[in-house]
């Protein structure tokens, strides 16, 4: 496949053509916010909307996940245009995400946690009605653990449950309710679930956890 040269953030970088900008950027130490992405993943959902790059001749900030290196590419990953566009898909996030990191099992290793350091943004909601969603823990499974009150809806585990695990995991509902469950909302234990683990190893947050056995 043939090789572009691109810049971005002012740095020159090589990529092959056609791979997706986020995916470049990551790998030459670039860092751009995203939860949703998964390496390999050819068609990302983008749903996150943390990943907005402003790329020059373009009329409007494009998502980074979805966005094709091309030869000649310039590509900033900051801007007052994306900095407004992640600081409020950030907030959203947060405005019905569990916020009670000190006992989170994936305190200091979460990638909520992570954007705000970069871009030093607080963990906190300041211009958005916090919105709890107060839903039953799953407990039921003997290896695993699931917590929806800290999903950020990325479908990672959607995605590596149906890659690689039984396929019981999807979505369900629609706007605030929407929520990541099994088939029929029946509790992990119950739904045919394997107990693999690989839904624990790409949550980006403190949803979906292992259990001690």
Not at 48 to 56: K, N, S
Not at 107 to 124: D, G, T, V
Not at 126 to 142: A, F, M, Q, V
Request: net charge positive; with cysteine; hydrophobic share 35%.
């Amino acid at each position: 496949m043939k090789t572009v040269t691109l810049t971005i953030d002012g740095r020159a970088v090589q990529a092959r053509e056609g791979e997706k900008l986020l995916r470049v950027a990551l790998e030459n130490g670039i860092y751009i916010p995203n939860l949703c992405a998964i390496p390999g993943v050819k068609h990302p959902a983008a749903a996150c909307r943390l990943c907005f790059v402003e790329i020059e001749g373009y009329p409007r900030p494009v998502t980074a996940c979805t966005e094709p290196v091309v030869e000649g590419m310039v590509v900033s990953t900051r801007s007052p245009r994306v900095d407004r566009l992640v600081s409020t898909a950030f907030e959203l996030l947060l405005s019905n995400h569990r916020l009670d990191c000190a006992t989170c099992p994936r305190n200091r290793s979460c990638e909520l946690q992570r954007i705000a350091r970069e871009r030093r943004f607080p963990l906190r909601v300041k211009r958005l009605r916090k919105l709890e969603r107060n839903l039953p823990l799953d407990d039921s499974s003997p290896v695993l653990r699931y917590d929806p009150n800290r999903c950020v809806l990325c479908g990672r585990c959607v995605w590596v449950c149906r890659e690689k695990g039984t396929g019981v995991l999807g979505f369900a509902g629609r706007g605030f309710e929407r929520k990541v469950t099994t088939f029929g909302d029946v509790p992990l234990g119950q739904s045919g679930c394997n107990g693999c683990g690989e839904c624990t190893r790409v949550c980006p947050v403190g949803a979906l956890t292992g259990k001690e056995v």
